[in-house]
């Protein structure tokens, strides 16, 4: 049972490096989202897919871009890193259904220096 | 607009003690209601979910009852112990936005022996 795979599970950048976390899960899931970890800030949702090809924006989504080009795949892209993009990033999927919990991957902490 | 609200962290206990964690949401029409964990350096999972009014949801001890009339969702348990030491999350999802969670900002257990 993979579930939702995130990886890189560390990474370091220096600032304007760009990098792409990457996000698959094998549950057929056709919700899946990006979300970053804050302290104090909860978790904030940066991006969110419903199926292959549809894509939209969550609370969050400047400096960030995704693409849905599989069920299984949801990549996040930072094109040119700040050091504000220094978080925990976290990916989840789950049906589209409301009353069915998301699937959390075991995040990616990302450092920006 | 939709949102939850959890109480503030960080909540100290000693073993065995009995658990309250606050959380109120305000939601256009029947949310969905969920509790997530999130243990030291790992993603989110499900501890437990109520999806209609009067629903109560239950796991691992801990259990949660959907009230309407008051909109909370309040997590407890009898007898904490030292293991359940974690980060709690409260979170809603609507039926007309199949997938997307709303979370409360996250309170923090720290159960002492």
């Known amino acids: 049972n993979a579930g939702v795979t995130q990886t890189p599970k560390f990474q370091v950048l220096k600032t304007g490096q760009s990098m792409t976390l990457q996000c698959a899960q094998d549950?057929?899931?056709?919700?899946m989202s990006w979300y970053r970890q804050d302290p104090g800030m909860g978790l904030r949702l940066i991006h969110y897919?419903?199926?292959?090809?549809?894509?939209d924006q969550g609370e969050v989504p400047n400096g960030y871009n995704v693409s849905r080009s599989t069920t299984e795949d949801f990549p996040l892209r930072l094109l040119s890193a700040a050091p504000s993009q220094t978080s925990v990033y976290f990916c989840?999927?789950?049906?589209?259904?409301?009353?069915?919990?998301?699937?959390f991957g075991d995040g990616t902490r990302l450092s920006i220096l | 607009g939709n949102s939850v609200t959890q109480m503030e962290g960080p909540v100290t206990l000693s073993e065995e003690a009995f658990l309250t964690i606050n959380c109120t949401y305000t939601?256009?029409?029947?949310?969905?209601l969920f509790w997530y964990v999130q243990y030291p350096g790992e993603g989110l999972q499900l501890l437990l979910k109520?999806?209609?009014?009067?629903d109560k949801g239950s796991n691992k001890g801990f259990e949660a009852t959907y009230r309407k009339e008051t909109t909370s969702f309040h997590l407890e348990k009898g007898s904490v112990q030292v293991s359940d030491s974690a980060v709690y999350f409260c979170?809603?999802?609507?039926?007309?936005?199949?997938?997307?969670?709303?979370f409360g900002q996250g309170t923090e257990l720290s159960v002492k022996p």
């Open positions: 989840a999927s789950s049906s589209l259904q409301s009353n069915q919990p998301q699937h």
């Open positions: 549950m057929n899931h056709e919700y």
């Open positions: 897919s419903v199926g292959a090809g549809i894509t």
């Open positions: 939601a256009t029409g029947y949310p969905s």
């Open positions: 109520a999806t209609k009014a009067d």
């Open positions: 979170a809603l999802s609507l039926y007309n936005q199949g997938g997307k969670l709303i």
